[in-house]
Every structure is written in C-alpha cells, then in structure tokens.
C-alpha cells in the first residue's frame, strides 16, 4: 500500500499473548483448547460470591522472561487492578488486569525493514491480566449461549510504542514477537486458537502534525495477513474520511476477512470509563533481584544470538542462519545434523533448508513431524560426505526416505546405489558415449561448448547417475580433448 503524499499512520499494537500454563492465571481450571463448554470453569471463573484468586506464580515467571528478552525493566513491585466493563462472558463484571503498575514495562523490540535497515520499536509494557469468556451464537436462535472455558486464562497484553508507521512495519514486529515467545517457550503462538491475537491502533495525520489523530482500536485479529490488511483499510478509509470535510471517532472496529474491511463495533472507552481500582482479593506481586537473576540465567539463546552464531560458527549466510533459526525446534535439528554427520554445515544447510523444508511444506507439516529424523537425516549426509553416493543419487535416497522406505544405508543397499569410483568404469562410460556421438564430438571439438553438458548427462546416464561427478567432469574433459 503507498500511503498518499502529506499523510503518515501512527500505528499501536496491544498484542495478546497467552501463557502457556498448567491451569489459569487465578484458579486450578485447565486450559485445554477445544474441551467441552463450561467443562474448565470453576466457581472462581464463573465469579461466584466468595471465591477468592490464588495468582499462578508460573504466569509471573513467564511474563519476566518475555521482560528480560526485550530489554525491559521489570518491576519490583507490581499490581493487579480490576478493569470494570459489562459483556454477557465476563460474570464478575470486571476483568482483572494491570493498570498502573505492570510487571513489565520499557522494553524494546527491532526490526528489520524492506530495504535491510533495523527499525526499533518501544514496548510500553507488557502486564499480565485474565481472559474474559467468549459468546457462542451457532447453534442458538434469537439467543446466544455463554462458553467461560477461556475466561480466567492467563495472558501478557503486550503494548508498544506508537512508533509503526506502516502496515509492513506492523507485520514484521508482530512476527518478530510471534517468532520471540514460542522460542521463549512462554505461548504456543496458535493464532487459529487465540493463543497471539492483536488489537491494531491506528491513526492518521499529516507529515509533521504535532498532535497524533484521533485512533480506532480494530480488535482481536488472529493473522499477519488479517492485520496487515486491516490497517491498510483504516489508513485509507480515515484519510478519505478527513479530506472530505469529516472527522475520525474513538472507536473500537472488527475486521471482516471476507470484504477485507472494518467495521464499527462500539465507541471506544477511555482508561477512566473502565474505573481502575486496585484488586482488594490480590496481594502485589514482588519480583526480587535474585528471582529476576535466576530467569535471566534460564534464558534460552534467543533467535538473534543463535542467527549470528550460526554465521560465525557454520559459516553460513545471513540468510541461510535466518532460515535454520525461524523456529527453535528447526534450529535444533540443524545442528543435530550437522554434529552426527560430520558434513559440511553448508551441505546440511542446503539439504535442511531446502530438501526437507521443501518436502515438508508440501506435506503442509512442521519440522517436528519430520518423517526423517535428524538422526536419520545426518546418515543421508554421512554418505555424500564419505562419496558412498553422489548428490544426484542422494535426492532418489532422500525421497525413498520421505516414503517411509528405510535408512539411507538400507535404501541404497537395495538399490544398488553405490556411487562408481572405479576410473576404468567410468573411462568405459565415456568412450562408449563418445563413440556413439561422433556428429556432437566434432562439433564440440569445433567450438561448441554447450555440448559439453550434453556429453556430461550421457555419460552419467550410462553409469546409471552413479558415478562420481568429480571423476567423471575430469576424465570427461580428458577424453573430449582428444
């Protein structure tokens, strides 16, 4: 989207995280996706008079160490309040939250833009709260039916700066931060089931207005496609609305992904109509130096520090490390490859990003259902390394391999895949292709070197793909130059 001449978004995302607990974030409730309604509510999430909230101290841990991994502060001292709104699935009547003091707050996150440059972009805060139930309407006529399974799951609304500008920059710092917290091991990252949505702030102004314009909030989007193209819809339909004399509302929006438009659900409330007070039923939560130390200890390497490693210690390009490390468990097969094979990390790289990715995208699988183990996969590579095949013959081997055939040691026994070494074999190969094709040798031999390809696909074709391309290009030319 070109964004027209004069005019600038101011774009804030308050992003949903939820955490990937044992049980929600105030009672013993499970949070299993897709149990039957009202089966994972308790008397504490139907808000039942009495029942008090125990915290979910795993919640807390979860929510520092997404902290710490953006470089933000965390709070000695934090609080929960009660944020007052009145939905048929939230039964207290409030949902708890945090408001003035969250546990996370001043953080950063950097991403990088379409012309290579790196863009920081604030986190505000980052506080834990309780997700509120949901409203079921399939099913129901002239009546709606209430599902409080989710209501009480624990989440971290991550907010940033107003700093994106554009609907691109949104989509990158969202899958910067999609590609942060599964790695950090604190969400699953299912968009399709809530577990990351995002609520798009967005806004527009002419270049060097002082003053932001007034915002909308599109709520709960589940994908980076849906986001971008909200905000593309809410730039262009704000700035149409301002140059023809109108004004912008507060208001809170839903995207439709079938006209790929917004649409106005509410008037937006402002932090005082939700009436903060601090929680009576929840003591603050105090996060000490030592606690905070041993999180930042149990942090794994983060997806930046693994890319810049996987250039300096495999040699690989930048490009190849951002591959092997889009996902943690994608990364840990590399290097298992690389260490139980003893191949080049740029071979194993190859192989991993573009045989195996590529083999399961067409199976619509992720790395961890790989039928080939890396184990296994590292075996396939033993044998390019040590010249048993050739990379030609890898690529049958490999493929038998996906089908379920065996080992690659298995496959190539029964295939008889042994790659020819044998130079009077090969020599043998030649001749015979040579003397079969004397009309291209002439020509070859006349200046035609394109044909040199010719006679290189022959020959390998005689010796079945097996022989050694090194041998075979060497002896070949040998035997062309007469």
Known sequence: ????????????????????????????????????PNSQASPIDLGMPGMLPVLNIDAVKKAVTFGLSVGAKIADRSVFARKHYFYPDLPKGYQIS??????????????????????????????????????????????????????????????????????????AYLKKLHQLVVYLGICDGNMQEGSFRCDANVSVRKIGAPKFGTRTETKNVNSFRY?????????????????????????????????????AMRS??????????????????????????????????????????????????DYDAKTLTSSRELAAYYEAVVAASGA????????????????????????????????????????????????????????AMVSGEGTADEIIKAKGLVQVTDESAIIA????????????????RGGKDKLYGFFVGQAMKATQGKANPDALNRLLKERLAG
């Open 1 to 36: 989207m070109i964004i027209p001449a004069g005019w600038e978004a101011v774009i804030g995302l308050e992003v949903h995280c939820q955490l990937s607990t044992q049980s929600k974030i105030f009672s013993g409730s499970a949070i299993a996706y897709g149990a039957e």
């Open 268 to 317: 937006k409330e402002d932090a005082n109509d939700y009436r903060y007070f601090p929680d009576p039923d929840l003591l603050p939560v105090i996060c000490t130096q030592d606690y905070i130390d041993a999180i930042r200890k149990s942090l794994p390497e983060l997806p930046e520090a693994k890319r810049a490693r996987f250039v300096a210690e495999f040699g690989l390009s």
């Open 429 to 444: 190969a030649i001749d015979d292709v040579i003397a079969k094709n004397p009309q291209q040798l002439a020509d070859y």
């Open 98 to 171: 945090q408001y003035e003091l969250p546990i996370v707050f001043e953080g950063h996150l950097d991403i990088e833009m379409e012309d290579g440059s790196t863009k920081r972009i604030g986190i505000t805060r980052a506080h834990l709260e309780e997700d509120a139930g949901k409203s079921v309407h399939e099913g129901f006529q002239k009546s709606s039916g209430i599902d409080l399974n989710r209501a009480g799951t624990p989440l971290i609304e991550i907010v940033s700066e107003p700093d994106i500008r554009t609907a691109a920059e949104a989509v």
């Open 344 to 399: 080049e990390p740029k071979l194993c790289a190859n192989w991993v990003a573009t045989d195996l990715l590529g083999a399961l995208n067409k199976m619509s699988k992720g790395i961890e259902e790989s039928p080939i183990s890396a184990e296994a996969f590292a075996a396939l590579l033993k044998r390019i390394a040590d010249k048993t095949i050739n990379g030609k013959i890898a690529k049958d081997v490999f493929e």
């Open 227 to 263: 986001v971008e193209k909200a905000i593309e819809y809410e730039i262009e339909r704000q700035i149409e609305v301002i140059e023809a004399g109108g004004t912008i509302r507060q208001e809170t929006r839903l995207f439709n992904p079938d006209t790929g438009e917004t649409k």
